[in-house]
């Protein structure tokens, strides 16, 4: 009964504790802790008043399971914003003892004074040995030499934490067992360093650390890194066990060129390859160094008209057998559009090698751009076993595209599409079809999407915004070479 009992949700749990003894027994002895506005059921009061009752609720039900151990503890406190330091560190105390498994602790960024987490709670090695997931988020976090040993930590996140390099050093020195850490935000932190001590580390995302200047990876078994954040210097010892990487940088960044020059040193063994540029527009320069083993490529450009220097990636991956291209067509300019010219006679595109064993293409926000034509009209004459290729005209920032090459089932959501944006991806269609689909080898399937009817009718007759959610099951091409589809999808308005 317990057992069983130990399975309900917190508030099923608090529930039955009020219509019987035992079952209020049981109570005292639950051990995952779940508090958050939902759990605790204050969704029906003002929120003005959720701190108030969020902070008396769990101070009463964490002092009943004083000493009757704690496996999960999950505090949600963004609606706490002027909580008393001396109840969060009651709570740690009471709960993080032996037993412990899971502490998550999420608090406000917009506290006056951050929280300062008690690094005395888990000094005591009994309480540190037996917890397996830490995830801290705006707060203070000062580890140091007395921290105990984290032997069975297995995953370490940190948001928005004011720690040190020396204090990020302690922490993981302690954390033998890490598989998966992940640091956001933490802007106080200027170098990471992975120790090879760190055997069982594989994966690690670092995102938006403004202060950051160095990563050094010496972690033998790491096998996906991703970051996010301005270009730094990056060293990774041994990059054989690398197989997924993801870079971004929200700034006006040379990212592509970055990742053309320095990222070859540390990807020659990555199956899966992810940039996404927010505003560039250079040339890529043309290098020797290569993608060798790089099955996957996904790029995001902002600039259509950067479209030209991607053929430098394409030469470098000779393995390369799905590539997916995200650009914002909001950015067009009008010189650049398709005109009455052959997009195809450019001396510029002339193919310097072949792609043997590119099979899948996706290009999702296509437009009427002439470089982004060119490129199309590049990849179909110089790409021998290519299968299919797909023409999104619609924004990339509001899709998600999953393509299985097996059943080819693709599930879609478009965001809301101003009228412009609509006109400019049936002209797309139109210059598609014009300069594209004439190109295209017997027996690859081409297809290109468009809005839905619905969509294009809401927008152009009064401006409305919509959110229109398009479901693409089984595609069957209904000819040799291509087909496409203007208003195959089921589509569901919603006014905003």
Request: charge should be positive.
């Amino acid at each position: 009964m317990h057992h069983i009992y130990s399975l309900l949700p917190l508030r099923d749990a608090a529930r039955a504790a009020c219509v019987s003894h035992g079952f209020l027994l049981f109570w005292r002895c639950y051990s995952n802790l779940t508090f958050n506005v939902s759990t605790l059921g204050l969704a029906r009061k003002k929120s003005e008043d959720w701190g108030i009752f969020l902070i008396d609720i769990v101070d009463r039900i964490l002092r009943n399971h004083s000493g009757n151990g704690v496996e999960t503890l999950d505090l949600c406190l963004l609606s706490c914003e002027n909580i008393d330091p001396s109840y969060l560190d009651r709570w740690l105390q009471i709960a993080v003892r032996l037993g412990i498994k899971e502490l998550k602790l999420e608090m406000s960024n917009f506290m006056k004074k951050k929280y300062s987490f008690p690094c005395s709670v888990l000094s005591d090695d009994a309480a540190a040995s037996s917890i397996r997931s830490l995830c801290l988020s705006a707060c203070v976090f000062r580890p140091t030499t007395t921290l105990g040993c984290l032997r069975r930590l297995n995953a370490l996140s940190l948001f928005s934490v004011q720690i040190t390099d020396e204090g990020l050093g302690h922490l993981l020195s302690k954390s033998f067992a890490l598989q998966q850490l992940f640091i956001f935000g933490c802007n106080a932190i200027t170098c990471v360093k992975i120790p090879s001590m760190l055997q069982q580390l594989k994966l690690l995302t670092i995102k938006l650390c403004e202060k950051l200047q160095v990563v050094e990876i010496n972690a033998p078994r790491l096998s996906s890194f991703h970051f996010d954040g301005a270009l730094v210097k990056i060293s990774v010892v041994d990059p054989s066990p690398l197989r997924d990487v993801y870079f971004s940088s929200p700034r006006q960044s040379r990212m592509l060129s970055y990742a053309r020059t320095r990222l070859p040193s540390i990807t020659r063994n990555v199956r899966c390859l992810t940039l996404v540029s927010s505003d560039e527009d250079v040339n890529i320069p043309m290098l020797h160094s290569k993608f060798p083993r790089l099955k996957k490529l996904e790029i995001y450009i902002k600039r259509p008209q950067a479209v030209l220097s991607l053929i430098s990636f394409l030469d470098a991956s000779p393995a390369l057998d799905s590539f997916i291209l995200r650009v914002d067509a909001n950015v067009l300019r009008p010189d650049s559009v398709v005109g009455g010219e052959n997009a195809a006679d450019d001396p510029r595109w002339k193919p310097e090698c072949r792609h043997d064993c590119l099979r899948q293409v996706t290009i999702i926000g296509f437009c009427s751009e002439k470089n982004l034509v060119q490129f199309v009209i590049y990849i179909v004459e110089n790409t021998p076993r290519l299968e299919s290729i797909t023409l999104d005209t619609t924004l990339w920032s509001g899709r998600r595209c999953d393509i299985n090459g097996k059943s080819r089932k693709m599930k879609r959501s478009c965001d809301r599409m101003t009228e412009g944006c609509i006109a400019e991806a049936h002209r797309a269609v139109k210059v598609a079809n014009r300069y594209i689909a004439g190109r295209v080898p017997s027996g690859v399937r081409f297809q290109v999407l468009e809005p839905c009817s619905q969509c294009h009718a809401r927008t152009a007759a009064g401006g409305t915004s919509v959110v229109c959610l398009k479901h693409l099951d089984r595609v069957q091409p209904v000819s040799r070479t291509f087909v496409f589809f203007p208003n195959l999808f089921t589509c569901k308005t919603f006014h905003l």
